[in-house]
T-cell receptor, first 113, second 108 residues
């Protein structure tokens, strides 16, 4: 298995632009997580899905952030409009069933100028 | 006070030394996770445990539920063990709460 796939790996954009991050979970996994990592705050959960349904989005910083999971093999995290403080590494992870080990993607390093 | 506290924040040791990283948490949990993040940035799950001890190669993880404490041990440490080690806890559902990480450097 290829593991969790994220794209792009690096994204540099200007303030105000829309940014879309993509994630393909491991085939057969039914839970998907979006995390953000910054130097100041470390790793934080933004949102997670179970069977394509958002379960907990309390970590989504504000309305500029939205996430979707239209099917079991694809999820997006969108930031519109982006701001410099959104600069971070965004990780996607997936797991099989509740409470099991999570497998992380390689991350997307986002820089908003 | 953070829900998950790790110590030390930074640790430098010589190759071959026995390493211990500690994690304390303040709430009831369903499981505790140890993750490894290499300088390249990738995150790998090392252990998930809810009681007792687990061992994988030179890595050992223990947890004491009553004391709300876990330790990660590395025996015969090697420079390739240099990484950030992150403790995280989950409660009921799958939401993970992370410690701030311990940066480990093993010198040859």
């Amino acid at each position: 298995d290829a593991g969790v796939i994220q794209s792009p790996r690096h994204e540099v954009t200007e303030m105000g632009q829309e940014v879309t991050l993509r994630c393909k979970p491991i085939s057969g996994h039914n839970s998907l997580f979006w995390y953000r990592q910054t130097m100041m705050r470390g790793l934080e959960l933004l949102i997670y899905f179970n069977n394509n349904v958002p379960i907990d989005d309390s970590g989504m910083p504000e309305d500029r952030f939205s996430a979707k999971m239209p099917n079991a093999s694809f999820s997006t995290l969108k930031i519109q409009p982006s701001e410099p403080r959104d600069s971070a590494v965004y990780f996607c992870a997936s797991s099989l069933d509740r409470g099991n080990e999570q497998f992380f993607g390689p991350g997307t390093r986002l820089t908003v100028l | 006070k953070n829900e998950v506290e790790q110590s030390p924040q930074n640790l430098t040791a010589q190759e071959g030394e026995f390493i211990t990283i500690n994690c304390s948490y303040s709430v009831g949990i369903s499981a505790l996770h140890w993750l490894q993040q290499h300088p390249g940035g990738g995150i790998v799950s090392l252990f998930m445990l809810s009681s007792g001890k687990k061992k994988h190669g030179r890595l050992i993880a223990t947890i004491n539920i009553q004391e709300k404490h876990s330790s990660l041990h590395i025996t015969a440490s090697h420079p390739r063990d240099s990484a950030v080690y992150i403790c995280a806890v989950s409660r009921g559902a799958q939401k993970l709460v992370f410690g701030q990480g311990t940066r480990l450097t093993i010198n040859p």
